[in-house]
């Protein structure tokens, strides 16, 4: 019951219809696997074939359409499902690093020109390299046009919807079919806790149906033998173990529930409205500096920067720099960046998702990148 009730309330949080199902899962890799395993099944049955039945050797050339800085593990999802990871055609980023979409429109109508079939369209709500928001809304009237699914990726970024000064970015979550979020970020649950959310629960079931034996009594709708219609052996409660990979799985949604309840849904947007302010304080003091050089404008709570003193220019010399940087911050252990590639250079990554980030890590990361900075950049 809580599972469900956790569910559905991240559900209504996040701004999809009452009519969409939810289903916890080990993760955002499986989560988006479940997304891609309804595109399948929808893609097929558009040609009069049970893909989960019947296997996939009449869906002719199956395309999935995404941006560069899609996640890899759509890729697998493709690998895993039958589907092919070269069938994933790769668009171009446009100016503001989104997918282009005058380029995934060309690659439907080739394909469909062709006589494959396109599948799917995905969109990043937030990539997890520099918290971009792909072009959601129009990317949801182009799978329309084409009858296509539109399945969206929001692992990291999705809860950026509820920052009201980013939320249009996402457009109306009532056009998407499926959506990927892990409760294990933002909202900090413990890790291995995803979410796949589905516009059509019923496809959902024929996708991963699972039979039942001679032993599911409930699933068979075998009467209860104790005649007692308030026995908890009478039915399987809510949810269904038809949406989604796994049958036997831990109570992931109690500590989803557990954390809602406690801070309600006004306290986690809060807590993403405080976190994209970090991200622009990081740029905010990168943009001053004239050491530092912001390499992606911040849309969620991912900052992306590097080190570059006066007059260097070379940029092999440059990645190699900011390389030992931040080797030196994870030696000092103060502030702790990761690092990502933005447009072939190498950047030093702020995200911030943890509950306990302040202002004063955000201050202390810019302090400790320059003082860094200035110590190796002369020492070499």
């Not at 622009?280 to 849309?299: C, G, K, W």
């Not at 103060?334 to 690092?339: E, F, I």
């Not at 202390?364 to 110590?375: F, I, K, N, P």
Request: include cysteine; proline fraction near 6%; aromatic fraction near 8%.
């Amino acid at each position: 019951h809580l599972d469900s009730l956790a569910a559905r309330w991240l559900i209504d949080l996040l701004g999809f219809p009452g009519s969409f199902v939810g289903n916890f899962t080990s993760g955002g890799s499986t989560a988006n696997l479940v997304g891609m395993g309804a595109a399948r099944q929808h893609a097929a049955e558009k040609l009069g074939i049970d893909a989960a039945a019947d296997g996939i050797e009449a869906l002719r050339e199956p395309r999935v359409y995404a941006s560069p800085e899609t996640h890899h593990v759509v890729t697998r999802a493709m690998g895993v499902l039958g589907l092919g990871r070269r069938n994933l055609r790769t668009v171009s980023l446009d100016a503001d690093r989104r997918a282009d979409l005058r380029q995934m429109e060309a690659f439907i109508r080739e394909d469909i020109a062709a006589g494959r079939t396109p599948m799917a369209v995905v969109g990043n709500a937030g990539d997890v390299n520099t918290g971009i928001v792909d072009p959601l809304p129009q990317m949801a009237t182009l799978a329309r046009e084409f009858d296509i699914w539109f399945h969206v990726d929001g692992a990291y970024g999705g809860w950026g919807m509820l920052d009201e000064r980013v939320e249009p970015a996402y457009g109306d979550r009532g056009l998407y079919d499926s959506f990927a979020v892990d409760p294990h970020k933002w909202l900090a649950a413990p890790v291995g806790t995803g979410l796949a959310i589905c516009r059509d629960g019923e496809l959902l079931s024929r996708a991963f149906t699972i039979e039942p034996g001679a032993y599911d009594r409930e699933r068979n709708q075998v009467a209860d033998p104790v005649g007692d219609a308030e026995s908890p052996w009478g039915a399987l409660g809510g949810g269904t173990p038809d949406w989604g990979v796994d049958f036997s799985t831990p109570t992931r949604g109690i500590p989803v529930w557990a954390i809602l309840k406690e801070i309600g849904a006004e306290g986690m947007r809060e807590r993403v409205r405080r976190h994209n302010d970090f991200a622009r304080i990081v740029a905010d003091h990168a943009r001053r500096e004239p050491e530092l050089e912001l390499l992606s404008e911040p849309q969620l709570s991912i900052a992306c920067f590097r080190y570059r003193p006066a007059g260097w220019d070379d940029p092999e010399r440059l990645d190699e720099l900011n390389a030992a940087i931040l080797a030196e911050l994870r030696r000092v252990g103060r502030s702790l960046p990761s690092s990502t590639n933005v447009d072939g250079a190498f950047a030093l990554r702020a995200c911030y998702i943890n509950p306990r980030n302040d202002r004063e890590h955000v201050e202390h990361l810019v302090a400790d990148v320059l003082e860094a900075g200035r110590r190796l950049s002369t020492a070499g």
